[in-house]
């Protein structure tokens, strides 16, 4: 048996609306990095939560806050997304914090399936961040 807990990045959940739809339908059918897992194992999802936001000043320190909520929960691995995987910078050094941490939690990265090359997600990704879209100041000055 194996319980595991999936790290997302918050800006993939929180400012593109990520459900972690493809991540939570692959550790069901044990795709992409969930094929590790024997289709004989339980495979327990105790629990997902999201980078605390990017690290400004704090380096590892807010995630290791934050990473509390799974791993005060017996689990034996984090699954880093493929967003994170993918996206963002301070992935290696996140991990390398999370490791000497939590000797005894595997940290793994990636969730689902990958369909398309890191690259082209990127461009995708980049793509949907800079698509025009209105905000609060247009609405304050009117130009909604
Ligand atoms: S630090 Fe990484 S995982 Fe966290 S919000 Fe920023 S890009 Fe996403």
Redesign the pocket.
């Known amino acids: 048996m194996a319980r595991i807990g999936i790290l997302t990045?918050?800006?993939?959940t929180q400012d593109l609306g990520c459900s972690s739809v493809s991540c939570l339908a692959d550790s069901r059918k044990r795709k992409g990095a969930f094929a590790r897992y024997p289709e004989d194992e339980n495979l327990t999802l105790v629990g997902i939560i999201n980078?605390?936001?990017?690290?400004t000043l704090t380096g590892a320190d807010k995630l290791l806050q934050r990473i509390r909520a799974l791993t005060e929960f017996h689990i034996d691995a984090i699954h880093f997304t493929y967003?994170?995987k993918s996206?963002?910078?301070?992935?290696e050094k996140?991990k390398k914090a999370l490791e000497e941490t939590f000797p005894e939690i595997r940290i793994i990265l990636g969730t689902h399936e990958e369909h398309i090359t890191p690259e082209e997600f990127r461009q995708r990704v980049k793509k949907l961040f800079l698509q025009p879209r209105l905000s609060m100041p247009d609405v304050i000055l009117g130009k909604d």
């Open positions: 990045c918050s800006n993939a980078c605390p936001g990017c690290p967003c994170i996206l963002c910078p301070f992935k996140y």
